[in-house]
């Protein structure tokens, strides 16, 4: 039977594995590309699964400066669709480490 102080120091090994796993899978986010569409794919907008914007890309019918306010509201838009996949795709990394972890989904970690 193990001492309380040999389940206390592998609970803090434990703990410190899943943080470095956490960081690792934070770290990774910012390297998996997400798109944000809008205007039915005239604008366009790449960002990571972090949430950096990598580039934007408008389609050239929609360069007319009587169309402005639309085009500002379509790349807002696009913008807003990139960080809603961005967020689902950082809670499914999340969840990966976590499942691996043994840890019950829904579960907040403190760090």
């Known amino acids: 039977m193990k001492s309380m102080e040999d389940m206390i120091q592998a609970a803090q090994k434990a703990a410190e594995t899943i943080q470095k796993q956490m960081e690792e899978a ?27 914007v990598i580039g934007v890309a408008i389609d050239d019918s929609l360069v007319v400066v009587a169309d402005k306010g639309i085009l500002e509201d379509l790349v807002a838009a696009a913008f807003n669709d990139a960080r809603a996949r961005a967020d689902a795709t950082a809670a499914q990394e999340m969840q990966k480490v976590q499942m691996a972890a043994g840890i019950p989904p829904g579960f907040k970690l403190p760090f």
Request: no cysteine; proline share 0%.
């Open 26 to 52: 934070q770290g990774k986010l910012d390297t998996i590309e997400v798109e944000g569409v809008a205007g039915g794919g005239l604008v366009k907008i790449r960002a990571t699964a972090k949430g950096r």
